[in-house]
């Protein structure tokens, strides 16, 4: 038990300083109850703050940007950056509504189906088929395994999302060797070679990474 | 084994709607908001975790509403019946954090242990702070009686052996609201404490034990009983801690005070039923106004707010709006943007800082030499991040404060004040502020 002068009140506590105006305390006795558990060291769990959300938004602004120039600069005839825009909402939608939330199963596949469908819509709409391939689906793959990169980096709960995320990824670089395997993609290959090289390396990274926590969830959620 | 079993897939589909007041909760709950309240009991010996277990299990049989997880439905959350196991866990320091509802298998309150504390955790869309209590005492009672002590409920709350009765579970919104002619009474937006937050989770947490008597002659004095007096106390030190010499446009203080409407109605539910007095101040002109004349105008507001009239009144409309035909059959998802933009516009912006005074509480005989403190405490939210819990519970009262920011003027001014006046107080903290 300690004493604040200033306060005039008895501290509960082995602090030397009183906790209400931080004046130094004088010893009375080594009893303490211990109403409180202290924090035991600096705590590294910073306030979780829209740093994230700002992030995704600002590279889905720099994305979008980049897609439409490059549409308008390079293939003027062919209008394929509303698809792009397009998938970039999808992926806001894939992480807000499907990842990251706890919504039940049925709502979560019902807002796919939909979504999905409303793209194909869209891309017969514009009749691009030639650059489904070849350009957006490879850009899309890309910016998902970016984007997932970036959650396993930054996130604190990444333990929980290495399986699903690698799975993600993995079907994403089979999307893209399917392509190649079966030259669905045209000329143009170098994106989908890129999707592919990436998509492979995330999936390996991922897996040397996350082994602990792969482990760990396999056990908890499949007892295997 | 037949009935039993019979009784056992009987109880697997229970399921109770959310009460009224309840509905809120779920929908505008989120990390920088969790609703939660606590209370902890220091004990005389060190807390055995299988024992604590061991009687929120057989409790839970006792408490069905209690034995619930929260599940979303097309129209509105509901509680259904948790068959999965209960865990308590090892107190950290993060203590009026919300509760994890994915490591607690799916609860809605959480039993925590460390040393000689048991702490348990409610969210309040499952029941209020006298319901709370009821089930903290009774843990506490069950617990002893688990360990081997010789304790009896001796008819201050529900026995060991007691079943659960129908009452205990009913939405008493319902059951007791009349139809009056009362105004609605229009409220103003009052300031909002603005300090520094934590540039990490969680919240400080300041307790001071003040000896009764001295309180009690403080309030007597001054005519109003003791919630009044504190609650004027607290309005004031919100005005001297923040807006005495600061340029502030609005130096209206509201103290929100909850009220238990079981004393006003009757009925032994255990999930919400409370109403609450507002008691506002302005202090843009400041004449010197005393404590003791703060303490009266809070009294006659309190008095006013908790007329039955007036009670009828504000749940008559909110009964009225659950049964709203447009409201029911909204669908969950819209229900939820309606719920969050009503409680924006009319939930905690429309208080300053909340006072809680859940009275003076008794354990029986047996049991209270082995408790030897209690203390009650809410946690502060984002636009009202100052809160105070108040427990009576021997020869002290309890007073907990919880706050979202690094400053501790207004506790500073609060328990000052209550030296000044010559009472003995005692201070615990836990140090959220400074470096450990
Ligand atoms: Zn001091």
Redesign the pocket.
Known sequence: MKK??????E?DSDKNF??????R?DNLDDRSTGLYTLRKHNETKIKSSWFLTKLFFFLTICTLTASVMVNVLVTPKSMWSPLVVFGELYIWVLIAHTIMSKRSLFEKVFLQVVVILLILIFAEKLSISDWLIPYVYPSMSLAVVTTLSLILIISSKRGEYFIGFTVIAFLLSIGSLVFILFSLTGEFKLLNYISLAVGFSAVFGYVLFGFDSIKYELGKKWHL | MASEKRSLSKRKNTWYPLDNAAKIYPPTASDKRAHVFCFSAILTEEVDPYSLREAVVILLEKYPTFKTKLMRGKFWYYLENNDLPFKVFKEDAYYLKSIDHQQNNGYLFEVLYIRNKITVKFFHALTDGTGGFNFFKSLILTYFSVIGKDVDAEGLLKPIDAPSTASEGEDSFLTYHNVTGDKTEKISKPYHIRAKPFDYDGCGMITAKVPISGVKELANAANVTITAYLSALYSYCVYKAFLADRPEKNKLVTVLIPCNLRKKYGGETQRNFTMFARFSHDYTVYDNTTVEQLAAECQNKMNDDLRVEKLDKIIDDNVKLERNFFIKIAPLILKDVIMRTAYAKVGEVLQTVNFSNLGLVKFPESVSPFVKEITFSITPTFSCNHQTGVIGYGDYLYVTFARGYVETELE?TFI?FLTAKGLKIE?SSNFWESQP
């Open positions: 604040c002068r200033y306060c005039n009140v501290v009183c906790p209400i105006c931080f004046n305390t | 500073k000052r201070v």
